[in-house]
């Protein structure tokens, strides 16, 4: 069973998020938000939810602190007003999921569930932001993506629609060393630094080529 790491200090998101991820069998730890170290805790989570309330600014430096000295876990930002630039910023420091804190315990799921994956969730205005600065960087309309290898290509591909570095290893028949190692190079040849970047430039290509096409 997957365990998820709940960090806030309001309870009524606490009671909310632990149900929602207790319907589909993920175990829910919760620590107060103004806890004084959650290592122990984060030690045994795969996933962590970060609730930022109601505030911004000093909590969003705090998160991509906490993303940066724990590595091995997944952080999802939970926001009481969804704001593109706040998304961008966490996005950008390594959060994999930024989301409405009063999203619905459906919604909790497929987030859940895509993070786990090796995906990336982020709210409509957020990921339109994201398309918008690929589609005008020169990467979106040549070199980058036609440097790639066939072998890059597809994991590149794969990675787009959310496939997790084991998952690709498994579908393609070479080990995860390997898919990092096509990964890290394929970051290199495009200039992007995610997987939700690179999912973009994708759509982003795909979009131009298209644009280009006669008729």
Same mark, same amino acid.
């Not at 930022?52 to 998160?63: I, K, M, T």
């Not at 496939?163 to 990964?183: D, F, M, P, Q, Y």
């Given at each position: ?6 960090? @806030?200090?309001? $309870? ?19 620590? /107060?938000?103004?806890?004084?170290? #959650? ?27 906490? &993303?940066?000295?724990? #590595?091995? &876990? ?31 315990? !459906?919604? &909790? ?17 957020? @990921? !339109?932001?994201?398309?918008?600065? /690929? ?13 790639? @290898?066939?072998? $890059? ?17 498994? $579908? ?6 390997? &898919? ?28 131009? @080529? ?6």
């Amino acid at each position: 069973m997957e365990t998820a790491l709940l960090v @806030t200090s309001d $309870e009524s998101i606490r009671s909310r998020m632990v149900d929602a991820l207790g319907r589909f069998a993920v175990a829910a730890r919760s620590l /107060a938000g103004d806890a004084a170290d #959650p290592a122990a805790e984060l030690r045994r989570a795969q996933l962590c939810f970060y609730d930022l309330g109601s505030h911004r600014g000093e909590s969003v430096a705090e998160l991509v602190a906490l &993303v940066e000295a724990w #590595p091995a &876990v997944r952080f999802l930002a939970l926001t009481a007003v969804p704001d593109a630039k706040e998304g961008l910023r966490l996005l950008a420091g390594g959060v994999r999921g930024y989301c409405n804190r009063w999203m619905s315990p !459906a919604v &909790v799921e497929v987030v859940t569930r895509t993070v786990l994956a090796g995906g990336v969730w982020a709210g409509q205005e957020v @990921t !339109a932001r994201l398309l918008e600065q /690929a589609l005008a960087r020169p990467q979106a309309r040549a070199p980058g993506l036609g440097h790639l @290898t066939a072998r $890059e290509r597809e994991v590149a591909e794969a990675v787009a629609i959310g496939r997790s570095n084991k998952v690709i290893a498994a $579908e393609t028949g070479i080990s995860e060393r390997t &898919v990092k190692a096509h990964l890290n190079a394929i970051y290199r040849k495009t200039a992007v630094r995610s997987r939700v970047q690179l999912a973009l430039l994708l759509r982003a290509g795909d979009l131009a @080529t298209r644009r280009a096409a006669p008729g």
